[in-house]
């Protein structure tokens, strides 16, 4: 069995920041990419960013030097950074990770449970 928690998430005002976090725990023999995805209200779930087990991150325009993802593979942990928050980040932040749960087994993807974040004054 796998899990993926998140925490961090809640209420902030416009221009501040939050921190998520994300730590995969479980039967776990290696993690490849891990990312952050968002959805919010009547819109499809889109990706924010990702990032490699080497450290190699991509992140979707709207987020573009203002959010930064990070991980500690030695905790299995990725965090996600967001900083200037705008309104229109309000959603629930979702967790993802390509990992094998053995030698043997395929890679495959897991999700948390979300976490939400709304950005209001």
């Known amino acids: 069995q796998v899990q993926l928690v998140e925490s961090g998430g809640g209420l902030v005002q416009p221009g501040g920041s939050l921190r998520l976090s994300c730590a995969a725990s479980?039967?776990?023999?290696?993690?490849?990419?891990m990312a952050w995805y968002r959805q919010a209200p009547g819109k499809q779930r889109e990706l924010v960013a990702a990032?490699?087990?080497?450290?190699?991150?991509n992140y979707a325009d709207p987020v573009k030097g203002r959010f930064t993802i990070s991980r500690d593979n030695a905790k299995n942990t990725v965090y996600l950074q967001m900083n200037s928050l705008k309104p229109e980040d309000t959603a629930v932040y979702y967790c993802?990770?390509?990992?094998?749960?053995?030698?043997?087994?395929?890679?495959?993807?897991?999700w948390g449970q979300g976490t939400q974040v709304t950005v209001s004054s």
């Open positions: 990032i490699t087990s080497s450290g190699s991150t």
């Open positions: 993802n990770a390509d990992l094998k749960r053995s030698a043997a087994t395929p890679r495959s993807f897991y």
């Open positions: 479980g039967s776990i023999f290696s993690i490849y990419a």
